[in-house]
């Protein structure tokens, strides 16, 4: 039972900001995306949309924290939970104008989303050549 609660289960779901080498920052808010804007102009912003109850998700995240490393100050990462957050998963579309998906990246530079990849595709996004 215990692999298969891993693999599957949408009742053992974990809310945490995950735990690793990056520095991710809780988004909880609409107005955090407002802050995310402006400082896109410092450095680039980098949104991680995770749905909580899906399996395509959480393997995904697993791999991105296993794949991408960030030194110190390069750019913001900020972990979004879909299902606890939903109306700043709506605002993070409506404002920098992207097809809601998840699990899904955006990368925000300069004020306006230069990148975007969902599922399988984040894997293939280069965050070096934004950063």
């Known amino acids: 039972m215990g692999i298969f609660n891993n693999l599957f289960s949408s009742k053992n779901e974990n809310t945490e900001v995950p735990q690793t080498q990056l520095n991710w920052i809780q988004l909880t808010t609409v107005e955090q995306?407002?802050?995310?804007?402006?400082?896109?102009?410092?450095?680039?912003?980098?949104?991680?949309?995770?749905?909580?109850?899906?399996?395509?998700?959480?393997?995904?995240?697993?791999?991105?924290?296993?794949?991408?490393?960030?030194?110190?100050?390069?750019?913001?990462?900020?972990?979004?939970?879909?299902?606890?957050?939903?109306?700043?998963?709506?605002?993070?579309?409506?404002?920098?104008?992207?097809?809601?998906?998840?699990?899904?990246?955006?990368?925000v530079k300069n004020r306006s989303a230069v990148a975007n990849q969902s599922h399988g595709g984040i894997m293939s996004l280069n965050l070096s050549r934004y950063i």
Not at 78 to 88: I, K, S, T
Request: charged share 20%; glycine share 2%.
């Open 33 to 107: 995306l407002d802050e995310i804007e402006q400082n896109s102009s410092k450095k680039p912003q980098i949104i991680f949309k995770h749905s909580t109850s899906c399996g395509i998700s959480s393997m995904v995240l697993r791999s991105f924290k296993n794949s991408y490393f960030l030194e110190g100050n390069q750019a913001d990462l900020y972990f979004l939970d879909l299902h606890r957050h939903r109306e700043v998963s709506n605002e993070v579309a409506n404002k920098f104008q992207v097809h809601h998906q998840s699990p899904q990246v955006l990368i």
